[in-house]
């Protein structure tokens, strides 16, 4: 089984940073693609940031600039910097993994920027 466990967010004001990291533990594959989704109150849950087990990045045009994915040496980790919020960052953050066709997700940790 895969399990993934988030660990950050919280409560910052307007302008400031926080960093979002998830670790992923059981059957790893070494091809796979690591990423973090949002979910705001009344909305869809959207990717925000993706990386593939090979590094390549990819971001929604919203937080291009401000947010920057990473993974660990492990591989197993992914973080998600967060600089320059805004009230419309404010949001549930999934942390997901895609490998063999197969959706895993984070049990989500709420990030509330206060404008």
């Known amino acids: 089984q895969v399990q993934l466990v988030q660990s950050g967010g919280g409560l910052v004001q307007a302008g400031g940073s926080l960093r979002l990291s998830c670790a992923a533990s059981?059957?790893?594959?070494?091809?796979?693609?690591m990423g973090w989704y949002r979910q705001a109150p009344g909305k869809q849950r959207d990717m925000v940031a993706s990386?593939?087990?090979?590094?390549?990045?990819n971001y929604v045009d919203s937080v291009k600039g401000r947010f920057t994915i990473s993974r660990g040496n492990a591989k197993n980790m992914v973080y998600l910097q967060m600089n320059s919020l805004e009230a419309e960052d404010t949001a549930v953050y999934y942390c997901?993994?895609?490998?063999?066709?197969?959706?895993?997700w984070g049990q989500g940790t709420q990030v509330t920027v206060s404008s």
């Open positions: 990386i593939t087990s090979g590094g390549s990045t």
């Open positions: 997901h993994l895609n490998q063999g066709w197969r959706d895993y």
């Open positions: 059981g059957s790893i594959f070494s091809s796979n693609v």
